[in-house]
């Protein structure tokens, strides 16, 4: 049983700071990851993947994925209010193309 | 570009009632998933749709069914419903192998179960 584990929070972060999300994952064999952002009441929108060891940039969003540790991670940089936001950590792989989603970092960027 | 709908919005059934849900995919995207999110959790998956074919299920009872057209769009039917399962229910479609982590979700449908 793939496992995607995320510290539920919340991650209280005041604006203009660098916020840190991350997620670990139990399966070896996972090949792909994303994270998706969901606002409250609304659906999971992705905002970024990530398939390959290293550092991925976005505007103000980095995926940062580490396989030797099995972990990826999230930064968003100069963190605005409108940021607040539960944000889903996902991984696919290990015989399966079909997503693990872990329960998500609700992020509060406060003025 | 059309983006993935999904109806009802919102449904309110009573225990025992059967329920179904609809979905239509992004254009261009053959494959659909189907997701359960409980208050606080992250989306649970329950099946997923490609070429009109199931293509993987998660845990869940015989009681939740699906199917997909030609044209790519999904049902969910769930019958037998429990108060267990109220919950907002996720339509996403993506495209198939590599890039089926890569999912665009429906608005989703609010079901109660009372």
């Known amino acids: 049983q793939k496992e995607v584990e995320q510290n539920s929070g919340p991650l209280s972060v005041p604006e203009g700071a660098i916020a840190s999300l991350n997620c670990t994952y139990s399966d070896r064999g996972s090949q792909s990851f994303f994270w998706y952002r969901q606002y409250s009441g609304k659906s999971p929108e992705l905002i970024m993947s990530?398939?390959?060891?290293g550092d991925k940039e976005d505007g103000r969003f980095t995926a940062q994925l580490n396989k030797a540790s099995q972990y990826v991670s999230l930064l968003i940089r100069d963190s605005q209010p409108s940021d607040s936001a539960t944000y889903l950590c996902a991984v696919t792989g290990g015989g399966s193309y079909i997503p693990t989603f872990g329960r998500g970092t609700s992020l509060i960027v406060h003025p | 570009e059309t983006g993935v709908t999904q109806s009802p919005t919102h449904l309110i059934k009573t225990r025992g009632q059967q329920v179904t849900l609809r979905c239509s995919s992004q254009s261009g995207h053959n494959t659909v998933s189907w997701y359960q999110q409980a208050l606080g959790q992250g989306p649970q998956f329950i099946f997923q749709y490609y070429r009109e074919e199931e293509n993987g299920r998660g845990n869940f009872p015989p009681r939740f069914s699906g199917l997909q057209f030609p044209n790519y769009s999904s049902e969910l039917n769930v019958n037998a419903l429990e108060l267990d399962d109220s919950a907002l229910y996720l339509c996403?479609?993506?495209?198939?192998?590599?890039?089926?982590?890569?999912?665009?979700f429906g608005p989703g449908t609010r079901l109660t179960v009372t």
């Open positions: 996403a479609s993506s495209l198939a192998g590599l890039k089926s982590g890569e999912q665009y």
């Open positions: 990530i398939y390959s060891n």
